[in-house]
């Protein structure tokens, strides 16, 4: 492995070669881990099976160029899954990251009590994997265990619907909501910590109230941290896939194509159509792709008024 | 008087936030304590006393022999073993793309920046496909090998890298005599150690909690991590014994020790590493 190659040539190690054997581990697993399989990704993307003769012909693979994308995207249940995972996308990074804010400018606020006991339950989710998470909430959606529809009925309040065709969104949403903002809060607060106290004071002298500190001081002073989590965000969220497939495990209210992810892992492992999966594949990586650089863009350009 | 009435909002917005974090963490402690008959009648945020409890331990215990402990382990083998390689390599790598000139160096790190933004998603079902062809594909090293490498792992390390080792002690060693290797063991690596720590954990949960390529690479039952068990127990319905119960009960067996593993390890955390990787 790395660290023998290196210590049996480190006596005859110039600093022309060192730099080389130690990102060399890195490099190879990345090219045959990420850079091989995205390569044969778009490779498959453009191949298709032709049957060459009538009846019983014969199966060839062949170069079809953009066929299987013209075919991907005019498929009404990969766009109408688009659709799902779009507003699935709007619903959940906005609110992610608001309360993720909040609450870490709470955290930073020095009149606010029981500090400690709410960092810690907030970040408590974050160790709990999104296909449990999923379950957990999945079971307290279900009208007969769910602790929501008994406070309801208790109350005289109508059953409240959990897994109906817009509430649906919303309770997907959730479940990642609920996963995210613990951590994001974290960062968030971190970078406030390391925020020099002084300005806050000068602030404070020029009667600035709490709010007005929080606000006009402290949130333009953690754009890169608020950069670096909604970018996470945005990229966890294009590529959903373990919540609603494990929701899928407890209600019909979620097809087996509700975000393209399900659709793409069907596609590849339930008909074996391999090519259209590709495509599909290389069509989110692009959206991702697109979404997350022209965000840093934007945003580089405005927050820090750099290229 | 003032800063008691400010006092009340922070903190009850916060509390709320807490209790919402809290609500499905309570339910599954309640939950678990019923029996099947009682999940779908009792009030779900009061436990039960009727024994509930040690029956659902016992099912679990049983299910298709044994298998909850077994993933488990798989669980611990995946998260322990990946976390640790994929620290060791993205601690060369970000120690050396952050202490050396050479040529191709900025081309390596675009090339892991990129890495960062592709979905680990969408990898996956390739990855899996590479895999098969060499055989690989249904191993434990299908599940470990796509953990190891990770861009982000190696964004953080060369970050740190750069803030924590200086230069001069380099230079020192090279003057001593000391081999490339031997200046990075003995100069570089100890003040690394706390951002090395951060990077272990981040990666031991993101591996903790991914479904999705060991969904793909595995087929075998007693070489799935707890999350695959578990899907594939929901996933073949509740007609079979209580598998409701036995999912819940499991889902709190296998929450309780990464809570406590993530409250003994928090003063360990070094986050600010993640906000300061952009500025770098």
């Known amino acids: 492995m790395p660290a023998t190659t290196s210590r049996r040539s480190s006596a005859s190690l110039a600093p022309r070669t060192a730099p080389w054997l130690f990102v060399a581990p890195a ?55 688009l659709g799902r995972m779009l507003a699935y996308t709007l619903i959940t990074v906005p609110v992610t990251m608001a309360l993720a804010l909040v609450f870490a400018l709470l955290l930073d606020n020095t009149t606010t009590r029981l500090k400690r006991f709410s960092r810690i339950a907030i970040f408590v989710p974050y160790a709990v994997p999104g296909v449990i998470a999923a379950l957990m909430w999945g079971f307290m959606y279900l009208p007969g265990v ?26 997907v949403a959730n479940v990642s909501v ?26 404070r002298i020029d009667g600035c109230s709490e709010v007005q500190l929080a606000l006009r001081v402290k949130v333009p002073l ?35 194509d509700w975000v393209p992810m399900m659709q793409v892992y069907r596609d590849a492992f339930v008909t074996n159509d391999l090519f259209s999966a590709a495509a599909s594949s290389m069509v989110i990586t692009g959206i991702t792709l697109v979404a997350s650089l022209g965000l840093l863009r934007v945003l580089q350009r405005r927050a820090f008024g750099e290229d | 008087m003032t800063a008691k009435r400010g006092a009340f909002w922070p903190t009850a917005v916060l509390l709320l936030g807490a209790a919402y974090c809290l609500l499905p963490v309570v339910w599954l402690v309640t939950a678990s304590t019923k029996n099947a008959g009682e999940l779908f009648t009792t009030f779900s945020l009061w436990p039960s006393f009727s024994g509930g409890l040690t029956e659902n331990l016992e099912q679990l215990g049983s299910i298709r022999g044994g298998a909850f402990w077994t993933w488990c382990l798989n669980s611990l083998i995946f998260a322990g073993g990946g976390a640790l ?83 001069e002690m380099l230079e020192a060693g090279r003057l001593d005599g000391a081999g490339e290797w031997r200046i990075f063991r003995s100069v570089a690596l100890a003040p690394m150690v706390p951002g090395l720590i951060t990077v272990f954990l981040l990666q031991f949960v993101g591996i903790w909690n991914n479904f999705l390529l060991p969904f793909i690479m595995l087929s075998r039952t007693e070489m799935f991590p707890l999350t695959v ?37 928090q003063r360990y955390w070094r986050l600010d590493l993640v906000t300061g990787a952009l500025k770098g």
């Not at chain 1, 602790?147 to 969104?169: Q, R």
Request: net charge neutral; charged share 10%; glycine share 10%.
């Open chain 2, 85 to 167: 390689l994929a620290t060791a390599v993205s601690a060369l790598a970000g120690y050396g793309l952050a202490k050396y000139r050479f040529r191709g160096r900025q081309l390596v790190f675009h090339f892991l920046l990129v890495g960062v933004l592709i979905p680990g998603v969408i990898l996956a079902i390739p990855q899996y496909l590479l895999l098969s062809e060499i055989g690989l594909a249904g191993t434990y090293w299908s599940v470990l090998l796509p953990s190891v490498i990770s861009p982000f792992s190696i964004y953080l390390c060369r970050i740190y890298a750069t803030a924590v080792v200086p230069d």
């Open chain 1, 178 to 203: 609920w996963g995210a903002v613990g951590f994001n809060m974290i960062i968030l607060y971190t970078s406030l910590r390391g925020l020099p106290q002084e300005i806050y004071d000068a602030a």
């Open chain 1, 222 to 256: 953690i754009v890169p941290g608020l950069v670096m989590t909604g970018l996470f965000t945005i990229i966890g969220a294009l590529q959903v896939f373990n919540e609603p497939n494990t929701l899928l495990t407890l209600t019909t209210s979620i097809s087996t």
């Open chain 1, 27 to 81: 490099v190879l697993l990345a090219a045959g881990l990420i850079a091989l399989p995205l390569v044969y990704t778009l490779w498959l993307s453009l191949r298709g099976t032709q049957v060459s003769g009538s009846g019983l012909g014969v199966r060839r693979e062949v170069f079809v160029g953009l066929d299987n994308y013209a075919h991907v995207l005019s498929d009404p249940a990969l766009l109408a899954g």
């Open chain 1, 146 to 171: 769910s602790p929501f529809t008994d406070a309801a009925g208790a109350l005289g309040l109508p059953e409240p619907s959990f897994l109906g065709p817009v509430s649906v969104y919303f309770s």
């Open chain 2, 229 to 265: 068990g578990f899907y594939s127990l929901m996933s073949q319905g509740n007609d079979q014994v209580n598998v409701y119960n036995v999912v819940i009960t499991g889902c709190l067996v296998s929450v309780l020790p990464l809570l406590a593993l993530f409250l003994s390890l």
